[in-house]
């Protein structure tokens, strides 16, 4: 599709093409999708065990949503399980929609067991890969699944069209209930369990035991280019991903086009997606597409495991050959790959900023108070974990929505001083003083004027233990201008800002002891979750809300709460 941008316009101009987009769409053929999706136990086997799993229609993983740019879907859950859930449709804009966003307690108060919520939106100005998982509690361990969105009517790919395409969807599995195990987390403060096998469209693969018959296998033709689209849907790890010897051409990510670079591994954090293009030019034969973690934590336990599928090309039956991968904690790998992204479109960075925060995120450990008892307090030294953003370890309400606070004005709900840097200043990534280690608690939400310009330096901290997190804002999609090791210094580290070319992500990868800086304009009325994408450090409150107010143009309002929006 050609997109003309110009870069002398305003900020507001992202916003007005995707008007002019979405009405050109609305004469054109974009389609409606109506969608059911019945979330339920379903018998799942894997690693030799049968578990009562959490699906959606009884598949796992759940089904692929596959769409134009600029069709409408709606999808009508009901939830027939024993555990509230609610589904979140990753990376979508939901430009003022978002009621239809997802994240339990920020948006909507979850769909309870029995109950039923229909999610409206538009994909507007998106194409490439995203995704759908629940959000709420664990539920996502088994409820996700794929989101492709194709070039709108009558365009194409902005690179030669593929031969074929293929999803693969990583994913991360328990020999457990996976809601007992962050439930006996919760309980005790400790870390919880790692899982026991990575996987690939549901398969473990080769590698691990009883799963040999059903890994998953990638039909490839000799000289053939396929298009395949790789998602992280693992709940607590960034993953390296690779095809032995091939090479990956990457196009996409996030739903965002990229000037093409080859690599040989992808780094993908939970939430992010990457579209390659590999051509079939090796010996016909069989090759393993293998995945494992990217550990970046000094010390702390992993699971190590490698999952696998098999590409194949047409009637090879060959010993598949093994790739090698990385080492768990290759971090200058991980940092080659994330720093080879440029946007391939024009952006249409803000140059001029009206809100610049600084924001520490990263680990801490509570005291418990005298009396608790031991067993609630198994963290290192009788102590809990807890993470936070600027030192508020964020709480979740629970007996109304962000939004419905927002917007109904009720109060009592959030507090909007989230601070715009730091209360303290520090050696960010040094060795952190045990008297900052403790954060306070609170719903606190940082407040925006429509259409204002953001700047924010995500900087990681090494409290307790230092580590790589993947941060998702809901609701938009940032320019990575930069990012980088140690202590974020504006003096000299503004020079190194890409305002050319940044890639448009809806999920940063935070080096680990390090910095990343992004930018958007805040043209999406609602309330948006900002947060780590490793489930682990969500419940331990590494999040914070952004509460965009409403413009004064029609589409720059959020619209009225759907009649069947859950109550809590
Ligand atoms: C977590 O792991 C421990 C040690 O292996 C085990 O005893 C416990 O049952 C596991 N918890 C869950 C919820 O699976
Ligand atoms: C994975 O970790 C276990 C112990 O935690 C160790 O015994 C094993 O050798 C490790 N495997 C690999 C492939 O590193
Ligand atoms: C990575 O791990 C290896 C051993 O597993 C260790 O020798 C090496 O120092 C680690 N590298 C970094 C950068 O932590
Ligand atoms: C736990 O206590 C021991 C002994 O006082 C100390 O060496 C260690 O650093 C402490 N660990 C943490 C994480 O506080
Ligand atoms: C929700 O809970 C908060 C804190 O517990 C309370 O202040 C507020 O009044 C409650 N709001 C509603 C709508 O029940
Ligand atoms: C960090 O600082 C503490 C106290 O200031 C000191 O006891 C400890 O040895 C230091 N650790 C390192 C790795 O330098
Ligand atoms: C966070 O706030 C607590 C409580 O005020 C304080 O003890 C701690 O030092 C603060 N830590 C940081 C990193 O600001
Ligand atoms: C389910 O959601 C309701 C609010 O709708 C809440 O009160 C309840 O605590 C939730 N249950 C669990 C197990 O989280």
């Known amino acids: 599709m050609e997109r003309v941008f110009s870069n002398t316009r305003c900020t507001f101009s992202l916003l007005s093409l995707l008007l002019v987009f979405s009405s050109v769409s609305s004469f054109t053929n974009a389609k409606t999708h109506n969608h059911d999706f019945v979330v339920q136990e379903t018998k799942v086997k894997r690693l030799c065990k049968t578990h009562n799993s959490i699906t959606v229609n009884g598949q796992f993983p759940g089904p692929t949503l596959e769409v134009n740019n600029g069709d409408t879907l709606v999808i009508h859950v009901t939830?027939?399980?024993?555990?509230?859930?609610?589904?979140?449709?990753?990376?979508?804009?939901?430009?003022?929609?978002?009621?239809?966003?997802?994240?339990?307690?920020?948006?909507?108060?979850?769909?309870?067991?029995?109950?039923?919520?229909?999610?409206?939106?538009?994909?507007?100005?998106?194409?490439?890969?995203?995704?759908?998982?629940?959000?709420?509690?664990?539920?996502?361990?088994?409820?996700?699944?794929?989101?492709?969105?194709?070039?709108q009517q009558g365009y194409s790919y902005p690179f030669p069209k593929p031969h074929r395409e293929s999803l693969i969807t990583l994913g991360e599995w328990w020999d457990a209930n996976p809601i007992d195990v962050i439930r006996e987390a919760t309980r005790t403060g400790a870390a919880p369990n790692v899982s026991d096998a990575y996987t690939i469209n549901g398969q473990p693969g080769d590698l691990y035991k009883c799963s040999s018959k059903d890994t998953v296998k990638v039909p490839v033709n000799p000289g053939e280019t396929s298009l395949i689209r790789v998602i992280n849907a693992a709940l607590n790890q960034q993953l390296f991903f690779t095809i032995a010897n091939h090479k990956l051409t990457v196009v996409g990510a996030d739903a965002s086009y990229v000037k093409p670079f080859t690599t040989k591994v992808l780094m993908l954090g939970p939430g992010q997606t990457?579209?390659?293009?590999?051509?079939?030019?090796?010996?016909?034969?069989?090759?393993?597409?293998?995945?494992?973690?990217?550990?970046?934590?000094?010390?702390?336990?992993?699971?190590?495991?490698?999952?696998t599928a098999i590409l194949e090309?047409?009637?090879?039956?060959?010993?598949?050959?093994?790739?090698?991968?990385?080492?768990?904690?290759?971090?200058?790998?991980?940092?080659?790959?994330?720093?080879?992204?440029?946007?391939?479109?024009?952006?249409?960075?803000?140059?001029?900023?009206?809100?610049?925060?600084?924001?520490?995120?990263?680990?801490?450990?509570?005291?418990?108070?005298p009396k608790t008892r031991p067993r609630n307090c198994q963290a290192p030294n009788g102590t809990r974990f807890t993470a936070s953003m600027n030192n508020v370890s964020f709480v979740l309400p629970s007996n109304v929505s962000i939004l419905?606070?927002?917007?109904?004005?009720?109060?009592?709900?959030?507090?909007?001083d989230f601070p715009a840097k730091p209360p303290v200043t520090f050696d960010y990534t040094g060795n952190v003083s045990r008297s900052l280690w403790q954060p306070t608690r609170g719903t606190k939400v940082y407040k925006l004027k429509y259409g204002s310009r953001v700047q924010i330096v995500l900087q990681g901290t090494n409290i307790f233990t230092a580590e790589n997190h993947p941060i998702h804002l809901h609701g938009y999609?940032?320019?990575?201008?930069?990012?980088?090791?140690?202590?974020?210094?504006?003096?000299?580290?503004?020079?190194?800002?890409?305002?050319?070319?940044?890639?448009?992500?809806?999920?940063?990868?935070?080096?680990?002891?390090?910095?990343?800086?992004?930018?958007?304009?805040?043209?999406?009325?609602?309330?948006?979750?900002?947060?780590?994408?490793?489930?682990?450090?969500?419940g331990w409150g590494l999040a914070t809300v952004f509460v965009v107010e409403d413009g004064?143009?029609?589409?720059?309002?959020?619209?009225?709460?759907p009649p069947d929006l859950p109550v809590c």
């Not at 917007?407 to 709900?413: R, Y």
Request: overall charge positive; glycine content about 8%.
């Open 274 to 307: 990457t579209d390659v293009l590999m051509k079939a030019d090796q010996t016909s034969g069989r090759y393993y597409i293998a995945a494992r973690a990217y550990a970046s934590a000094q010390g702390a336990p992993f699971d190590n495991t490698t999952t």
């Open 313 to 369: 090309y047409k009637s090879a039956t060959s010993k598949p050959i093994m790739p090698s991968l990385p080492a768990y904690n290759d971090t200058a790998t991980a940092t080659a790959f994330t720093t080879s992204f440029r946007s391939l479109r024009k952006p249409i960075v803000p140059t001029e900023i009206d809100h610049n925060l600084f924001i520490t995120m990263g680990l801490g450990i509570n005291q418990c108070p």
């Open 404 to 416: 419905q606070a927002h917007h109904q004005g009720i109060p009592g709900v959030f507090t909007t």
């Open 477 to 538: 999609d940032f320019y990575i201008l930069a990012e980088g090791f140690g202590n974020f210094n504006p003096k000299t580290d503004t020079s190194k800002f890409n305002l050319v070319d940044p890639p448009l992500r809806n999920t940063v990868s935070l080096p680990v002891k390090g910095w990343a800086v992004i930018r958007f304009v805040a043209d999406n009325p609602g309330t948006w979750i900002m947060h780590c994408h490793l489930d682990v450090h969500i």
């Open 552 to 561: 004064p143009g029609p589409m720059q309002k959020l619209e009225q709460p």
């Open 79 to 151: 939830n027939k399980a024993r555990y509230n859930v609610t589904i979140h449709w990753h990376g979508v804009r939901q430009l003022t929609t978002a009621w239809a966003d997802g994240p339990e307690f920020i948006t909507q108060c979850p769909i309870r067991p029995g109950g039923s919520y229909t999610y409206r939106f538009t994909i507007s100005g998106q194409e490439g890969t995203l995704w759908w998982h629940a959000h709420s509690s664990w539920v996502r361990a088994t409820v996700y699944g794929a989101i492709i969105i194709h070039p």
